[in-house]
């Protein structure tokens, strides 16, 4: 998707409400990253010297990629550096830690040879916790004595499918957490390319009912591609819902409805559907502008046409949407689009969480003031979660038990099932931003999952 193609529509089968077809409109994909980032007209326009050497000092760690689509109808320039959208998808000098900053910016201005810089980066990198909750140590399985590398099963019921041709995306999150997908570090990665080996691990594994396609981003793939991973579950019975995770809604919905495979890609969503699975689009929708434009609204009436649903998640993010308000509306929205609210996070504890997160305490309070904004159609929303290397934890609230301030946490998912909906208490701290800051209440000398887990991790 890097190289520029052309995009016509050929949307014959899902007509717009007024019956006339979509728009027969080209539409041209451009990605921008580190290489020509400096050729967009807006960056030229609105931005210093200074902050494009900014840029180029993050994005030799932190990946960089966006795209036209982005530029042109989602950021505000008239309000950069501040516009949420742009925070969201450029690099920004805070995302790497001062002496990191320092270290890569030393490395530029030296012009030091291009193996010499991808070196420090990667030394960087690695002080980024760049694989949190035991991602790779233990959540990839095996079967017959061979490792699946792009798999993870953690929960029981649900296994995590990273197709080799869905490991980047149509533009780059500045907060993601799986930023080791899109560094030149292969040990970093999570990738599969035999579907042979998955769909043999699942048969053999019937618990798994749910399969989450994710990345990268699957909708990356050309629906030629895309099929060959999702046609093979639909013949395995123990499978009931088939996931996509997927940011393509908000950065390139055209994949949904001008597209030259637009079509092919609405048919395979409803050829799952009518195979008698339930299809979870997991889209990843972090503020109320990524809903705004025609082309989304577009899209997401032709993927519900096909009898998907549309999940929405996002991670509560310093900088880009820290605000109860931001999240009611981005909630009312998601529902009159006939979407379903599903999860707040918070932000992982890998690459520029330090610029991201925000604390436990103040997430849950802006959970809460946000909730109580809106009707209960919206509450189908689960938050603040952290998921963390035990399980998803759900932080209840804070309160006080026999004079004692504490954090009421739960699992929503464990590494163990029996887990799953045990309250829990932990010390009350101001500053903890995730799990491991915190410590159990009451005196006890460890968390009643604690001793479990560590034998897990034997």
């Avoid at 009451?442 to 479990?452: A, G, I």
Wanted: glycine share 4%.
């Amino acid at each position: 998707m890097d190289t520029n193609h052309t995009s016509k529509s050929m949307f014959h089968l899902y007509e717009s409400e007024n019956g006339n077809m979509l728009a027969e409109k080209q539409v041209t994909y451009k990605s921008y990253s580190l290489h020509n980032f400096r050729k967009i007209p807006q960056v030229q326009k609105y931005l210093s010297e200074e902050t494009m050497f900014e840029m180029e000092v993050v994005g030799n760690v932190l990946p960089f990629k966006t795209n036209n689509y982005v530029v042109d109808e989602l950021i505000n320039w008239d309000n950069v550096p501040n516009d949420s959208m742009y925070v969201l998808t450029f690099p920004q000098k805070g995302m790497l830690l001062p002496h990191h900053y320092e270290k890569m910016a030393t490395a530029l201005k030296q012009e030091l040879p291009r193996n010499e810089i991808k070196k420090i980066a990667n030394e960087i990198r690695l002080e980024l916790n760049p694989h949190p909750a035991g991602q790779k140590e233990h959540n990839v399985p095996e079967i017959d004595g061979e490792k699946l590398p792009g798999v993870q099963h953690k929960y029981r019921e649900t296994l995590l499918f990273f197709p080799s041709q869905g490991q980047t995306c149509h533009a780059y999150c500045s907060f993601c957490f799986r930023w080791p997908q899109f560094v030149a570090l292969d040990e970093m990665k999570f990738a599969m390319k035999e579907v042979d080996l998955l769909v043999k691990y699942l048969k053999a594994h019937p618990e798994v009912s749910d399969v989450l396609f994710t990345g990268g981003d699957p909708m990356i793939m050309k629906t030629k591609i895309l099929k060959t991973y999702i046609e093979p579950l639909l013949e395995v019975d123990s499978v009931k819902t088939i996931r996509l995770g997927s940011k393509a809604l908000s950065y390139w919905p055209y994949k949904f409805t001008t597209d030259d495979d637009s079509v092919a890609t609405l048919q395979l969503l409803e050829k799952v559907v009518k195979a008698g699975k339930n299809l979870s689009f997991m889209a990843h929708v972090n503020h109320p502008v990524e809903l705004s434009t025609p082309a989304v609204k577009e899209a997401v009436k032709n993927i519900r046409k096909t009898g998907a649903q549309i999940r929405t998640q996002s991670p509560i993010l310093k900088n880009i949407n820290d605000s109860a308000d931001v999240w009611a509306e981005m909630w009312r929205t998601q529902v009159d689009m006939n979407m379903i609210p599903y999860y707040m996070f918070v932000v992982r504890d890998t690459g520029a969480q330090h610029y991201f997160g925000i604390s436990l305490e103040e997430s849950w309070n802006i959970f809460r003031n946000a909730y109580q904004k809106v009707s209960g159609v919206c509450r189908t929303v689960r938050g603040p979660s952290m998921s963390a290397g035990p399980g998803k934890v759900h932080i209840l609230g804070v309160t006080e038990v026999n004079n004692e301030k504490v954090f009421m946490l739960r699992f929503i998912q464990g590494r163990n099932p029996d887990w799953v909906h045990k309250p829990f208490f932990a010390k009350y701290d101001e500053n903890a931003t995730w799990l491991d800051d915190l410590k159990p209440a009451f005196s006890e000398k460890e968390f009643f999952y604690s001793k479990e887990l560590q034998e897990m991790y034997a």
